[in-house]
Nanobody
Framework: QVQLVESGGGLVQSGGSLRLSCAAS????????MSWYRQAPGKEREVVAY????????SYADSVKGRFTISRDNTKNAVYLQMNNLKPDDTAVYYC??????????WGKGTLVTVSS
């Protein structure tokens, strides 16, 4: 059974940092890319960052480039999102996601990040 469990969210002041984690299970982790998404109140869910299975390639939304870093540890079946210089606009529920065979997508339940001004 595929499971994705996010953790690490919380309340932080503007300019602060947080590190989100996503623990994965139920599939061959190294074989699949992982993504972080976020959904702010009243807004659509948007992709934040993406990393390939081996970790050799990453990409970011323009809004977070230079501030966020996605990484993964394939020995621990985990993907991370290091978020620096956080802004109030980064306030959202953050989700990790993967797309497995046949295009089936799996999502975690999310972790809330609140950035105060």
């Amino acid at each position: 059974q595929v499971q994705l469990v996010e953790s690490g969210g919380g309340l932080v002041q503007s300019g602060g940092s947080l590190r989100l984690s996503c623990a994965a299970s139920g599939f061959t982790f190294i074989s699949y890319a992982m993504s972080w998404y976020r959904q702010a109140p009243g807004k659509e869910r948007e992709v934040v960052a993406y990393i390939t299975g081996t970790g050799g390639s990453t990409s970011y939304a323009d809004s977070v480039k230079g501030r966020f870093t996605i990484s993964r540890d394939n020995t621990k079946n985990a993907v991370y999102l290091q978020m620096n210089n956080l802004k109030p606009d980064d306030t959202a529920v953050y989700y990790c996601k993967t797309r497995l065979r046949y295009g089936i997508e799996y999502w975690g339940k999310g972790t809330l990040v609140t950035v105060s001004s």
